[in-house]
């Protein structure tokens, strides 16, 4: 199956894109062809830093090569060096009635947060279809706010189908199987780039410490409240199975110390980070080693896109 997903240098990674995207990730590049974009066209559509965007979109690919995303299984490269990709969201533009787009729940939510209703805003999922039919990609793995817009690649993939010959496949969304961490502070949101609680996986591990300390533990009329619910989600995913054991037995007796299970979760979290932290810096101390990994993503993600664009366009009678 050829898979391809893409990630937007909107801030730095933290736990909810390692447990929602990265980590599934890791495993489909074993078994599948994988192509791992950084979508930095798609990260333009929002206020962002031209002098700092560089660095964050290295950032990034640094984040993916120390989770171990490796360039000898994964297709990893920078969404605008591979030109195709907005070349086809031209001609997909032509297949897509605007009401489609106004209706899009995440633009919709966008606006209703204060974005600037530009184009781009509004043509996002177009270009996120282009994205994955430039590869005649069969699924886009995606967490669920992103599921609407590959719909809408599946769309435009019959409607292209339908009016000029079977030429792509539909993809699919493949949902993260990882539950969403959520915010520390508000459990009810998900934990967010933006939300200074989140915790990047770059944090040094004292910043670690005192995000969990502080995150909210408190039940309203008894139960376990969303706040524990998610530091038990953590706690499962990263600390060894007897510490989740002991924890759970606790939680059950009602004999938990939250002081307690923080210090444990912090303690997992810094501990699975380890490498990570380490090969990330190393990583990021080669700019010649991270730039050959993109110029040879780029070169073959063009391969194929180019291929894709070419046989588009004679499809559609411009060649
Ligand atoms: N829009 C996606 C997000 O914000 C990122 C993205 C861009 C993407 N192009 C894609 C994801 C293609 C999957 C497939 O999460």
Redesign the pocket.
């Known amino acids: 199956m050829r898979i391809?997903?893409?990630?937007?240098p909107s801030g730095t990674l933290h736990l909810g894109n390692y447990i929602g995207a990265i980590q599934q990730w890791l495993g489909l590049q074993r078994e599948h062809e994988v192509y791992y974009?950084v979508?930095d066209l798609?990260a333009i559509t929002t206020p962002y830093d031209p002098k700092t965007f560089q660095a964050q979109i290295r950032d990034v690919v640094a984040d993916y090569l120390a989770a171990g995303l490796d360039p000898k299984h994964a297709t990893i490269f920078v969404?605008s060096h591979v030109p195709e990709h907005t070349q086809l969201m031209w001609v997909l533009s032509s297949l897509t009635p605007t009401g489609e787009l106004n209706r899009m729940t995440q633009y919709k939510d966008k606006l209703r947060g204060g974005a600037l209703a530009n184009a781009g805003l509004l043509t996002?999922p177009i270009?996120?279809a282009a994205?994955?039919l430039a590869y005649r990609a069969e699924c886009?793995?995606?967490?669920e706010?992103?599921v609407q817009?590959?719909e809408l690649a599946r769309d435009l993939a019959k409607r292209f189908n339908r009016m000029f010959g079977k030429t792509f496949p539909e993809p699919q969304p493949l949902l993260s199987q990882g539950k969403r961490i959520m915010s520390l502070k508000e459990p009810d949101k998900k934990m967010s780039k933006t939300n200074d609680d989140g915790i990047a996986l770059t944090d040094a591990p004292a910043v670690i410490q005192r995000k969990i300390a502080k995150a909210v533990t408190a039940t309203r009329g008894g139960g376990t409240s969303a706040g524990v619910e998610n530091l038990f989600l953590m706690l499962r995913t990263f600390a060894e199975p007897n510490v989740v054991g002991r924890f759970e037995r606790a939680e059950r007796d009602g004999a938990i110390k939250y002081a307690e299970l923080k210090t444990a979760l912090a303690e997992a979290i810094v501990h699975h980070f380890a490498p990570f932290r380490k090969r990330r810096k190393e990583i990021l101390a080669d700019a010649t080693a991270l730039d050959r990994v993109l110029t040879d993503g780029a070169r073959r993600a063009r391969l194929i896109a180019g291929e894709t664009l070419a046989a588009g366009y004679t499809t559609i009678g411009l060649r």
């Open positions: 391809l997903s893409g990630i937007r974009m979508a798609h969404q996002y270009l996120m994205d994955i886009g793995p995606v967490g706010d992103q817009h590959v």
